[in-house]
């Protein structure tokens, strides 16, 4: 059974801190990895993909991936106030029809 | 570019009653199609997907069904709600396998 495991959290960081999210998966088929961002009440939206080892950076924000580990993170730099939501790692493994497994989710919160 | 329509966005529906909420995905051909539902305090939970009209999997066997008259819709529906169909239903679509998700506004269906 594929597993996606995270913090619950909440994690509590100050603003302009760096925040860090974490994520394990447990099938080492898995080849795709998503971060998706959560506000309270609304659907899930993308932030970030990422499918091979090491770091992908857009803005404020950067994917790890460690395949060897079945570890993947997200660091949000500067992280400001309208970052406090819950964030959502999804895996996809190519077995039959893909689809996505999603964590449980990490909670953010960033005070002012 | 390609958007994707749900709705209701919230529906309150005693229990027994039937339900059907409809998703439409606009700006793409040949789209994969997914329902999640997301209870209170839980991660999402894949209920059905779908790679082309008349091709349903149903991941979770319960009280719902999925149906897929057309390319770019896809209709979840149940015969009799139970209160334990409460939660917040998602559609999504991808383009293909191994990419990312795009989620719809969600319907909140709260079952009284």
């Known amino acids: 059974q594929k597993e996606v495991e995270q913090n619950s959290g909440p994690l509590s960081v100050p603003e302009g801190a760096i925040a860090s999210l974490n994520c394990t998966y447990s099938?080492?088929?898995?080849?795709?990895f998503f971060w998706y961002r959560q506000y309270s009440g609304k659907s899930p939206e993308l932030i970030m993909s990422i499918y091979s080892n090491g770091d992908k950076e857009d803005g404020r924000f950067t994917a790890q991936l460690n395949k060897a580990s079945q570890y993947v993170s997200l660091l949000i730099r500067d992280s400001q106030p309208s970052d406090s939501a819950t964030y959502l790692c999804a895996v996809m493994t190519p077995s039959g029809y893909s689809t996505l497994t999603f964590g449980k989710g990490t909670m953010l919160l960033v005070s002012p | 570019s390609q958007t994707i329509h749900q709705w209701p966005a919230t529906l309150v529906q005693p229990v027994g009653s039937p339900l059907s909420l409809e998703c439409t995905v606009e700006?793409?051909?040949?789209?994969?199609l997914y329902w999640y539902r997301q209870a209170a305090g839980r991660g999402l939970q894949l209920l059905f997907y779908s790679i082309g009209i008349d091709q349903i999997s149903s991941e979770v066997p319960q009280n719902l069904s999925a149906s897929r008259p057309q390319d770019r819709q896809f209709i979840l529906s149940s015969k009799k709600l139970l209160l334990s169909d409460s939660g917040f239903y998602l559609c999504?679509?991808?383009?293909?396998?191994?990419?990312?998700?795009?989620f719809g506004q969600g319907t909140r269906l709260t079952v009284v």
């Open positions: 700006g793409t051909s040949n789209p994969n």
């Open positions: 999504a679509w991808t383009s293909g396998q191994g990419v990312e998700a795009f």
């Open positions: 099938d080492r088929g898995s080849q795709s």
